[in-house]
């Protein structure tokens, strides 16, 4: 069923030009009265006696009726019919298209979802009238703006297809905000009125993780729903490895692995150390529920022993269809065995801590007291070599090793920015202080729940780039403070005046706290980086790497390639983001950086099924597929209608004149 686009302008021009000819049908031919002699020879002018009369009876005319289906004919392409219409673009439109994860998915009859988000996108851009202007902007999670807005369409579609995909996940929320005031602020050629709405047109499957948080105000959504509800797709949706602190070399894999299809699945999983398979590294036929059933994912374990550090890759053998290669595989970098050294500086005897630190199963647990320490401080490196951590116990200390990792119960670091707040010269104490928050996602304290009091806290001034970890009621109980080549974790309180050495937590904390300063802040986050992290170096690593170096350069994935980054003078580096999962290696080796692993693992961008509803709630959802978009008719009209009746109108008209 066609649909006329100008339907309006067509009937007011009809209204106008069809009375128009009928009327001069209906005149009659006035003519000039001549005396003549004799009537005899002049019997055809006795018919039109009655010229003077203004009207004649209108009578059957092939012409006329030739004109009329001329006229018409004109009319209907004035009208614009469109076959398989589909709703064309605004004038001020916004292209978003998604180039995440899931939109390399291969279920659009073999081809991938952005490819045919490009291709639905470029049609788009054919049905744009002349004073209209779009823009391009991709988005995983974050947008990226194509193409400024313009009316030149082979600019637009130049734009559309220098999208790539990436490997991130997928948001909304600053790509609607970012639509929304460049939509806004633009005015072509200042033509547009200021209540014309401006258009979004989102290509996406819709699996955003802030679905629930955005919308759009100012905008119309027009909301294009790219691909299949059965498409087949099994992921490994988790990996992690740790190692046995009381026996370093004993490694144990855990790997999650996720049916996203609506059938369901049979397949195997392999891990590799290195890229050798170890003993046990192969499962096969393992059997996953339909992606609504409870048995579609399944958790999976490896005993390993491993002497040195190594880069652990987990991977999904197929045996059927999988339409999205990047989510069935993971890789890990699992550091090398490492026994603590723990120092214990304490005037009197702890034996909450000290429990602690005997329950640990520690290399080289000493205890010693606060002479002993300065006395040791006579050679800071030989100290500084020889424990991954030291505790300062109700002790502040008047010189520090030049690196390390430091631990203060009721104390401070000397000669820092993180301090106490003095009055006269003297630490100020806050009396019956507790717990009020923390910060869950921090490593140390995942899991924890802080409900200690303690009768007595330093009141801490910390600078501003320190982490407070927990809060209490009148200032900052733990804080997390990295200076220069120095890592320094301040429990204000005295632990022996307080309730937590009772409490559960007590020594899971101390636990975590050790592992996390000894080998590395960021250990448990660094095994596996999400597509898109920028990994931020500290700068005590990339000098522990030599002091002459410069440059570092980046070897990734053949989507990465390989790239070359300048090494700040001062302050820490950061890498440029890392969009592409698989394996990246550092030249020079960075300690604890030589590796670094990215994996997609996201439930949400290996459940294929995308939504029906628009992400935002407000707007139009259409239906997506090639060969849909407009079919102007027009011309049509014109060249196999309204041209031929011309011809014929000028046979007939020609006949008669000869006749």
Request: charged share 25%; hydrophobic share 45%.
């Given at each position: 069923?066609?649909?006329?686009l ?6 007011w ?7 128009v ?16 002699s ?6 055809k002018t006795i018919?039109?006696l009655q010229?003077?009369a ?5 009578r059957?005319?092939?012409l006329?009726l030739?004109?009329?289906l001329?006229?018409l004919?004109l009319?209907?392409?004035?009208s ?5 219409f ?9 292209i978003?298209i998604d ?5 390399t998915?291969a279920?659009m009859d ?6 045919r ?7 788009l851009?054919?049905t744009m009238?002349?004073?209209s ?12 703006i194509?193409?400024?807005f313009?009316?030149d ?7 559309i297809?220098?999208i ?9 929320k600053?790509a ?9 602020a633009?005015h072509p050629?200042?033509?547009?009125p200021t209540s ?6 989102l290509?996406?499957d819709?699996r ?5 948080e955005?919308?759009?105000?100012r905008?119309?959504l027009k909301?294009?729903?790219i691909?299949?509800e059965?498409?087949a797709?099994v992921?490994?949706?988790a990996f992690s490895?740790?190692?046995n602190?009381e026996?370093p070399t004993?490694?144990?894999?855990f ?9 369901p ?6 891990l590799?150390?290195?890229g050798q398979?170890?003993?046990?590294g192969v499962?096969n036929?393992i059997?996953?529920?339909?992606s609504?059933k409870?048995?579609s994912q ?6 390993l022993e491993?002497?040195?550090g190594?880069?652990l890759?987990?991977k ?6 999988d339409?999205l290669?990047v989510?069935?595989?993971a890789?890990i970098?699992?550091?090398?065995p490492k026994?603590l050294?723990i120092l214990?500086?304490?005037?009197d005897?702890?034996m ?6 005997a329950?640990?199963k520690?290399?080289n647990?000493g205890i010693?007291t ?11 490196q030989?100290?500084a070599?020889?424990f991954?951590?030291?505790i300062?116990?109700r002790y ?5 090793p ?7 119960i009721?104390?401070y670091?000397?000669d820092?920015?993180l ?5 006269s010269?003297?630490d100020?104490v806050i009396?019956d202080?507790k ?9 140390l304290?995942?899991g924890?729940?802080?409900?200690f009091?303690?009768?007595e806290?330093?009141?801490l ?5 320190a ?11 733990v804080?997390?403070?990295r200076?220069?080549?120095a890592?320094h974790?301040v429990?204000?309180f005295?632990?022996?005046q307080?309730?937590?050495p009772?409490?559960?937590d007590?020594?899971?904390?101390f636990d975590?706290?050790l592992s996390?300063?000894a080998?590395g ?6 095994q ?6 920028t ?5 005590y690593?990339?000098?522990?790497a030599g002091?002459?170096v410069?440059q ?5 994935p053949?989507a990465f390639g390989t790239?070359t980054?300048?090494?700040p003078?001062?302050g ?5 983001p ?7 290696s550092?030249k020079p ?6 590796k670094?692993?990215v994996?997609?693992?996201?439930e949400?961008?290996?459940?294929l ?5 628009q992400?935002?709630?407000?707007g139009?959802?259409?239906k997506?597929?090639?060969g849909t978009?407009?079919v ?5 009209i014109?060249a196999?209608a309204?041209i031929?009746l011309?011809?014929?109108?000028w ?9």
């Amino acid at each position: 069923m066609p649909t006329f686009l100008n339907w309006s302008t067509a009937l007011w021009a009809a209204a106008g030009a069809i009375p128009v000819l009928l009327l001069l049908y209906f005149l009659k031919l006035r003519r000039k009265e001549v005396d003549v002699s004799s009537t005899l020879l002049w019997k055809k002018t006795i018919h039109d006696l009655q010229v003077n009369a203004p009207f004649q009876r209108l009578r059957r005319n092939l012409l006329l009726l030739l004109q009329l289906l001329i006229l018409l004919a004109l009319l209907l392409a004035l009208s614009r019919p469109v076959a398989r219409f589909t709703p064309g673009a605004g004038k001020i439109s916004v292209i978003l298209i998604d180039r995440s994860a899931s939109m390399t998915a291969a279920d659009m009859d073999k081809d991938t979802r952005l490819n045919r988000a490009r291709k639905l996108a470029k049609e788009l851009v054919d049905t744009m009238e002349k004073d209209s202007s779009a823009m391009v902007m991709a988005f995983d999670d974050s947008p990226d703006i194509v193409q400024t807005f313009t009316s030149d369409r082979n600019l637009l579609k130049k734009a559309i297809d220098s999208i790539r995909p990436t490997n991130r996940r997928s948001r909304l929320k600053m790509a609607y905000q970012l639509a929304e005031a460049k939509a806004m602020a633009f005015h072509p050629d200042q033509k547009l009125p200021t209540s014309a709405k401006p258009e979004v047109w989102l290509y996406s499957d819709g699996r955003v993780l802030d679905r629930d948080e955005i919308a759009l105000h100012r905008a119309d959504l027009k909301y294009v729903k790219i691909g299949s509800e059965s498409a087949a797709n099994v992921a490994v949706v988790a990996f992690s490895a740790k190692r046995n602190y009381e026996q370093p070399t004993q490694v144990e894999a855990f790997l999650r692995i996720g049916n996203f299809s609506p059938q369901p699945a049979r397949v195997a999983v392999q891990l590799t150390v290195d890229g050798q398979i170890p003993p046990d590294g192969v499962r096969n036929d393992i059997a996953l529920g339909p992606s609504n059933k409870q048995d579609s994912q399944r958790g999976l374990s490896f005993k390993l022993e491993l002497n040195k550090g190594a880069v652990l890759r987990a991977k999904i053998i197929q045996s059927g269809d999988d339409v999205l290669p990047v989510d069935d595989s993971a890789e890990i970098v699992l550091p090398p065995p490492k026994s603590l050294s723990i120092l214990l500086v304490r005037p009197d005897r702890n034996m909450p801590l000290e429990n602690v630190l005997a329950a640990a199963k520690l290399k080289n647990p000493g205890i010693i007291t606060p002479a002993e320490y300065e006395k040791k401080m006579a050679d800071p490196q030989s100290v500084a070599a020889a424990f991954d951590v030291i505790i300062f116990d109700r002790y502040r200390p008047r010189k520090l090793p030049p690196a390390g990792n430091f631990i203060y119960i009721f104390s401070y670091p000397p000669d820092s920015k993180l301090r106490a707040a003095q009055l006269s010269g003297v630490d100020q104490v806050i009396k019956d202080e507790k717990a009020l928050d923390w910060d869950r996602s921090n490593p140390l304290l995942r899991g924890l729940s802080l409900r200690f009091q303690a009768d007595e806290a330093l009141k801490l001034q910390t600078p501003i780039d320190a982490q407070v970890l927990v809060d209490g009621l009148q200032g900052p109980l733990v804080v997390l403070y990295r200076e220069a080549r120095a890592t320094h974790l301040v429990v204000a309180f005295d632990i022996l005046q307080s309730n937590w050495p009772i409490l559960w937590d007590f020594p899971v904390f101390f636990d975590s706290a050790l592992s996390y300063l000894a080998l590395g802040a960021d250990m448990e986050e660094r095994q596996s980086y999400q597509p898109g992290t920028t990994v931020k170096i500290p700068r005590y690593n990339i000098q522990q790497a030599g002091a002459d170096v410069k440059q570092i350069r980046i070897d990734g994935p053949d989507a990465f390639g390989t790239t070359t980054v300048d090494v700040p003078e001062t302050g820490d580096l950061a890498l440029p983001p890392l969009d592409y999962i698989g394996l990246y290696s550092l030249k020079p080796a960075i300690p604890q950086y030589e590796k670094l692993a990215v994996s997609l693992l996201d439930e949400n961008e290996s459940t294929l099924a995308p939504l029906d509803e628009q992400p935002g709630g407000t707007g139009t959802a259409l239906k997506a597929s090639l060969g849909t978009s407009r079919v102007e008719l027009w011309w049509w009209i014109v060249a196999c209608a309204a041209i031929p009746l011309c011809l014929v109108e000028w046979w007939v008209y020609t006949r008669r004149v000869h006749l």
